[in-house]
């Protein structure tokens, strides 16, 4: 995580039991207790989580839905309608996979005034969306939520920090109709990734296992790519939750 002055003790520690549930995750019905617990640190009234399938040329191939608490007619007005092609916060999210307030990225996009007009007539207007995609860029997901939410580093921080980590309880419910994670790491890699846990940087584990820096990241990029990770947290939270790499 980066720097946590933003938040309190109390969510920091909350935030943690969160991504741990989330590593170790394996239905819906966890991921919706998940989601419903962190309406506990951000006023969250409704959720949706979806992960796409990426094309090497960019277009979304495949698009799979969990609804949280998003209203069931909203989501049947929204196919019927089509809204996929005019939604500006699912265009602005496939093309950056960064952090967006709805606020911001409707005055960017200007989208139709019959999707702004649909979705206020559910209360679908004020919230916060965040996506990741993996290394390979053929996945990425959409976590959107909405309620009264504000554009503060809180807010930003705690949906930032557990996205990744709702994109892995997701797809490992997904898991069934997707290839197996390749949990295979090398000794050399377990070894990275060990150093990895304890904070250490790039620089610092090629001093400590006499290699180059070049290395390390070789190493690192080939870590993340096997466990689906995110970023270098993210892998490490998943080894550990396969147990791959032991906490010590």
């Known amino acids: 995580m980066e720097n946590t002055d933003c938040i309190s003790k109390r969510d920091a520690v909350f935030l ?15 991921i919706k207790n998940i989601v419903d617990s962190l309406s506990s640190l951000v006023a969250i009234d409704n959720a949706v989580f979806g992960i796409a399938q990426i094309g090497t040329n960019g277009l979304i191939q495949t698009y799979d839905v969990m609804n949280i608490s998003y209203p069931e007619e909203w989501l049947i007005t929204y196919k019927r309608k089509n809204f996929c092609q005019v939604d500006p916060i699912a265009k602005e999210n496939f093309s950056n996979f960064e952090l967006q307030f709805w606020e911001d990225t409707y005055k960017k996009w200007n989208p139709p005034k019959e999707f702004i007009s649909a979705a206020r007539d559910f209360n679908l207007y004020n919230g916060i969306a965040c996506g990741v995609r993996n290394l390979k860029s053929t996945e990425g997901s959409l976590f959107s939520v909405a309620g009264k939410l504000e554009n503060h580093p809180r807010e930003k921080f705690i949906i930032e920090n557990l996205t990744p980590h709702l994109h892995t309880a997701f797809t490992t419910y997904l898991s069934k109709t997707k290839a197996p994670v390749n949990f295979e790491l ?57 147990g791959v790499i032991d906490i010590d």
Do not use: P, Q, Y
């Open 16 to 30: 943690l039991e969160l991504i741990h549930e989330c590593v170790t995750c394996k239905n819906k019905t966890g």
């Open 186 to 242: 090398s000794k050399r890699e377990i070894e990275v990734l060990n150093w990895v846990k304890k904070g250490k940087s790039s620089w610092d584990i090629s001093v400590i296992l006499a290699i180059s820096v070049r290395t390390v990241k070789f190493h690192v990029e080939n870590i993340m790519v096997k466990l689906n990770a995110v970023s270098r947290t993210h892998a490490v939270a998943i080894a550990l939750s396969a």
